[in-house]
């Protein structure tokens, strides 16, 4: 019999699983269950763009694109990033179309890091960070942010970290799991300390859209002395509601576009190719869709941090994206434990905030990417849950 462990690369035997799917998984094996657990828009991709998927379809057009994606949607990217946050970027040399933010993300990391460099990580964050990091080589340097803080990052919090061997900063915001957001002033303070440190930045900015309030979002490459040192991540899926066309982009100087699409040369390809027609048509005539929906997701923003904090689950409220981060240790419970449990008994699906690192830990992440209709009955559900862990039932 083979000795499959010993064949395997050590480091991807090290990875740990991702905390978000274990209870997406337990609530597909059961009935009736309210799931908030995913970041997935309950829109449908606006009918424009999949009539557009459709027709690309239809008139045959299924071969291969260019390494790095059709030149008209490298030219949709560039009007994007020039109207909605005031940067330009050539469509010849500094965009990259890839398969998903994600994608994205791994490809800046793995172009950047040698064996040995670190990577600064706030959290708690996206759970993908550290394991692409670890699995580059790299060594992964987390930085707790707090709720007092809003769980914005602090630039004392970032000096402190730095090192000889610090490379790079990611930086998630608006984020996931918190909610958090970095207004301008935040981050001129952070590229201060990138600059006098000589550090690279990752900003992963796939909700930029969904900010809320009067002060719109911010794109540290905006910063004054941060366009030559940023890399963008952005792309569809929570933008235009169009998670399963797997489409997303980097954007950054060509010094570092250039590899990073050598290796997707090599790794991908190319991004599939009906998807990127109906990302041309989504930022060529989507910004209407974009209101419609962040006006729907600002509205469950309210309806669930009010009805939490009435629960007894106090919650920090968002200023971007579409979670919640509440504090459950009132109940006594782990984060594990109240997940477990709540899934169980009254089949409701939330993700354990030590999912997103061990800072998570006493902090749940709701997502109300979801019907009202859902919100306010998982709300229910809940509130029966902690009501009957007070009366020790």
Sequence with gaps: MIDYPSKLNNTIKAVKPSGIRKFFDIANELDDVISLSVGEPDFHTPWHVREEGIYTLEKGRTRYTPNRGFIKLREEISNFMSRKYNLAYSPDSEILVTVGGSEAIDLCIRTLINPGDEVLIPEPSFVCYVPITQMAGGVPVTITTKAENKFRLTPEEVEEKITDKTKLLILPFPNNPTGAVMRKEDLE????????????????????????????????????????????????????????????????????????????????????????????????????????????????????????????????????????????????????????????????AVVPGDAFGECGEGFVRISYCYSTQHITEALERMGEFVKELKNGN
């Design 189 to 348: 303070a952070i590229a201060k300390v990138c600059i006098k440190h000589d550090i690279l930045v990752l900003s992963d900015e796939i909700y930029s859209e969904l900010t809320y309030g009067k002060e719109k979002h911010v794109s540290m490459a905006s910063i004054d002395g941060m366009w030559e040192r940023t890399i963008v991540i952005n792309g569809f899926s929570k933008t235009y509601a169009m998670t399963g066309w797997r489409l997303g982009y980097a954007v950054g100087p060509s010094e570092i576009i250039t590899p990073m699409t050598k290796l997707h040369q090599f790794g991908i390809m190319s991004a599939p190719t009906m998807s990127q027609y109906a990302a041309i048509e989504a930022l060529a005539n989507g910004d209407e869709d974009i209101e419609t929906m962040k006006e729907s997701y600002d509205m469950r923003r309210r309806l669930i941090v009010d009805g939490l904090n009435k629960i007894g689950l106090t919650c920090f409220e968002p200023e971007g994206a579409f979670y919640v981060f509440p504090s459950i240790k009132s109940t006594g419970l782990t984060s594990q434990e109240f997940c477990e449990k709540l899934i169980y008994s009254k089949r409701v």
